[in-house]
């Protein structure tokens, strides 16, 4: 058997079955050995786009994205969406053909490990026929274990070299982390008045919605997330919903107030915390993370406990148990009370009063309509740009797999992919793609992916004819800003062209058509007033 076919085999032993990419001579041999051995493969139209897919899906599945792609040019198409997959610490698994090592004129020769590495993900390759297998199984062990994206680099004189194909090693099964203790830690908690949890992609991925929800209840703690944590408390009478810019007036105030702080699998990063200026200075912050760098990476952190964030909340209520006689009230209790969560609940972003646009759709009134009018299991994407902030902080999510937020690169143009990849995943929930006109026209070759695939995904296009981001950065500096304003562009027929329904929204009344909407993907083209610049993005640009 030929070393391509008994590494796409391998791929597939090793639960890559579902594969994005775009066909080269060099990835075709590894990606039909896949397809042959029961996997699936979608076609992208461009690189980044299947890195995005692969990326969505494994944000959603918790499984391995697989990528396949063409040597040189292939790989340097793909290195946007990798650098996001990279920092976003995605288990991503990218088949790149490689040119063979003689060859040092061909075209397509770049030094691959190089260009990998300086994005932050992992290069690993494929060294010889006698170790094509160990090889293979040792970069999907990494991309899971370490949950890292992984090169796979696959040069073509090793690819078409004969073995006999072997199984892989058993994959070593590796247990979530707890810290040796943890009762200083559930000390200053037995000890708050007002804690405040913080869930972010850590706690959504060791699935410890549950165990924070008790620990909050145990502790008089209200709750919160990080932006990529929405959706992991929903329904829970004392969340208090994002915390950081898109965080609700009463979420800014109830946060800031926090004598302790506890974060789970968040970063602490300047968003979550609004510059900081969210956690009190005089706050005890308690970090949990299974990633030791992680810890006091942002900020100040007085305790860090590496662990998985489940288990370190199960193991901080167990010593609570112990700590504190039953019947014995901590000194929070009382704090959740019936009148605040009716405060809570009264603070959303929707009940906030705002100054109506008058010539154009303004886009809070949009994404609340459309927050009505879509069904309550929905999977929301984020585009990066001005508009983000509007699904972030109006369009409620049914739980964590409702939400995909791109956004660790800060690059424009990478959600349309992720939201084709979170479709494959869940074909029957809607996906909402939340994108600029600016992010689409850069994903556009995957528009025709989206039409051909029928997937059912609304791309929601906040389209203000410019990069608003851009314009409302400059403007006010008195800075021209005309380079990034543009005449206006038909998205409705753009999509119409790649084989998706195409529809131009120019007021709430016309998202009438998203009741109607049955299958296959719908594009809403959405006219937005260009001159709306929101509040957290002021507050953004501080940190620029
Ligand atoms: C790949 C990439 N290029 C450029 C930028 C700089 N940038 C940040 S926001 C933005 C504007 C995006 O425009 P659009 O998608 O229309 O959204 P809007 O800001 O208008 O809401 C740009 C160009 C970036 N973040 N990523």
Redesign the pocket.
């Known amino acids: 058997m030929l070393v391509s076919e008994a590494v796409g085999r391998t791929v597939h032993a090793l639960g890559g079955d579902v594969v994005f990419g775009l066909m080269g001579s060099g990835n075709l041999a590894v990606t039909n050995a896949i397809v042959a051995a029961g996997g699936r493969f979608f076609s992208s139209r461009h690189e980044t786009g299947a890195v995005c897919m692969a990326d969505g899906y494994a944000r959603l599945s918790e499984r391995l994205g697989v990528v396949s792609v063409h040597q040189g040019p292939g790989l340097t198409n793909a290195i ?1 969406g990798l650098t996001e997959a990279a920092k976003s610490r995605t288990p991503l698994l990218l088949l790149a053909a490689d040119t063979p090592a003689v060859q040092l004129r061909s075209n397509f020769k770049i030094d691959q490990d190089a260009l990998v590495e300086s994005v932050g993900a992992i290069s690993e390759r494929v060294h010889s026929a006698q170790s094509a297998v160990a090889d293979t199984a040792r970069a999907v062990r990494r991309a899971l274990n370490e949950r890292r994206a992984v090169v796979l680099n696959l040069p073509l004189d090793v690819q078409s070299a004969e073995i006999e194909l072997t199984p892989p090693p058993p994959q070593p099964r590796t247990s979530p982390p707890v810290p040796m203790s943890v009762s200083e830690a559930a000390g200053v908690l037995r000890r708050a008045e007002r804690p405040v949890i913080i869930g972010g992609r850590g706690a959504v991925r060791s699935s410890a919605g549950p165990a924070l929800r008790e620990l909050a209840e145990r502790t008089g703690a209200l709750l919160a997330t990080s932006a990529v944590g929405n959706g992991l408390f929903e329904g829970d009478p004392f969340n208090l919903g994002i915390s950081g810019g898109f965080s609700t007036p009463i979420a800014q105030r109830l946060i800031a107030e926090a004598d302790v702080v506890i974060a789970f699998g968040a970063a602490l990063n300047l968003w979550t915390t609004r510059h900081g200026a969210l956690i009190a200075d005089d706050a005890t912050v308690i970090q949990v993370d299974d990633t030791p760098e992680a810890i006091g990476a942002h900020r100040r952190v007085d305790i860090g406990l590496v662990g998985d964030a489940e288990a370190t909340a199960r193991a901080l209520l167990a010593t609570l148990d112990e700590m504190v006689p039953a019947g014995v009230a901590l000194p929070s209790a009382g704090r959740r009370t019936e009148a605040l969560a009716a405060e809570i609940a009264a603070g959303r972003w929707r009940d906030q009063p705002y100054e109506e646009s008058r010539d154009w759709l303004d886009p809070r009134s949009l994404t609340i309509a459309l927050d009505d009018v879509l069904p309550e299991e929905r999977c929301v994407v984020v ?6 902030g509007y699904p972030a902080m109006y369009l409620r999510v049914p739980n964590p797999g409702g939400f995909v937020f791109p956004q660790a690169f ?4 990478l959600a349309l992919g992720n939201a084709i990849g979170a479709a494959v995943f869940n074909p029957d929930r809607v996906t909402v793609c939340a ?6 026209l ?1 994903a556009l070759p995957d528009l025709e992916t989206l039409g051909r695939l029928k997937l059912r995904v609304l791309v929601v296009v ?3 004819a ?6 409302h950065h400059f403007r006010p500096m008195g800075i021209p800003v005309e380079l ?1 304003q543009f005449p206006p562009t038909d998205f409705a027929a753009l999509a119409e062209a790649a084989g998706c329904r195409g529809v131009t929204v120019r007021t709430v009344d016309d998202l009438s058509i998203v009741r109607e909407w049955a299958e296959g993907p719908l594009v809403l083209d959405c006219k937005v007033d260009p001159d709306i610049c929101a509040e957290w993005l002021e507050e953004a640009f501080r940190g620029h």
């Open positions: 946007t585009d990066s740009g001005a508009f983000m800060q690059c424009v143009g994108v600029g006109d600016g992010g689409l850069m906040y389209n203000d410019a990069y608003g981001a851009e314009v990034a």
